[in-house]
């Protein structure tokens, strides 16, 4: 079982910056894939930004890929989102996932291939 917590939410403007943390319970974080999703209000929740289990393999959304960057500290059992240039279509509760690797480059791109999910922080980027 694996427990995640999202933080690092919250108000900012067009064009400022955020950065998500998203922590992990037990003492096998490394032996997980991290996702990011986000779901705005009657939307579908979308794929955001993935790694793999050594940080060394990273997929972006088309709509973020430039602006955002997902890292992990596997030590802090930490996942991270540095958000920049944020526009308001950014305006979302953000997931972050955990995937159990199957495979060193497995990074998935889909939630349903996803184990664990955390409870949501909301971004909300104004204009």
């Known amino acids: 079982q694996v427990q995640l917590v999202e933080s690092g939410g919250g108000l900012v403007q067009a064009g400022g910056s955020l950065r998500l943390s998203c922590t992990a319970s037990?003492?096998?974080?490394?032996?997980?894939?991290m996702g990011w999703f986000r779901q705005a209000p009657g939307k579908e929740r979308d794929f955001v930004a993935s790694i793999n289990w050594s940080g060394s393999l990273t997929d972006y959304a088309e709509s973020v890929r430039g602006r955002f960057t997902i890292s992990r500290a596997n030590a802090k059992n930490t996942v991270y989102l540095q958000m920049n240039s944020l526009k308001p279509e950014d305006t979302a509760v953000y997931y972050c996932?955990?995937?159990?690797?199957?495979?060193?480059?497995?990074?998935?791109?889909?939630?349903?291939?996803?184990?664990?999910w955390g409870q949501g922080t909301q971004v909300t980027v104004s204009s």
């Open positions: 037990g003492r096998t974080f490394s032996s997980y894939a």
């Open positions: 996932a955990a995937s159990f690797s199957r495979s060193g480059y497995q990074r998935p791109k889909t939630s349903t291939e996803y184990d664990y």
